[in-house]
């Protein structure tokens, strides 16, 4: 199974959604995209919660990119490593989906 496109290319979306996930949850764009216009603290508490069911994807496309990269068996075997790849930016976008569809819940 072969990508037909530089592997980096995979692996900048990685890197980018990461950096888009950690300013929503920790540099609080999430809570001013959803919860500025009421600032309740039940829209700030609920959106935490989504946060918090997010980080588990975010951890797993972290986990996964990084093992593409890294791990000798995935290094050694390309079909292991485009699906770790794959596997990586689609649990990010998940991490992403997961936060944005909470944010429009909590609100």
């Known amino acids: 199974?072969?990508?037909?496109?530089?592997?980096?290319?995979p692996t900048i979306a990685s890197v980018?959604?990461?950096?888009?996930?950690?300013?929503?949850?920790?540099a609080g764009w999430g809570f001013e995209a959803f919860c500025s216009g009421d600032g309740?603290?039940?829209?700030?508490r609920r959106l935490t919660a989504f946060s918090s069911v997010s980080w588990l994807f975010a951890a797993g496309g972290a986990f996964l990119t990084v093992a593409a990269w890294v791990l000798p068996v995935s290094r050694n075997d390309e079909r292991?490593?485009?699906?770790f790849l794959v596997?990586?930016?689609v649990s990010w976008v998940v991490a992403e989906g997961v936060l944005f569809l909470g944010g429009l819940l909590a609100k």
């Open 40 to 44: 309740s603290a039940a829209c700030v």
């Open 87 to 89: 596997m990586g930016v």
């Open 1 to 9: 199974m072969r990508l037909g496109f530089s592997p980096v290319l």
């Open 16 to 26: 980018l959604l990461a950096v888009l996930w950690a300013l929503s949850v920790f």
């Open 80 to 83: 292991t490593f485009t699906r």
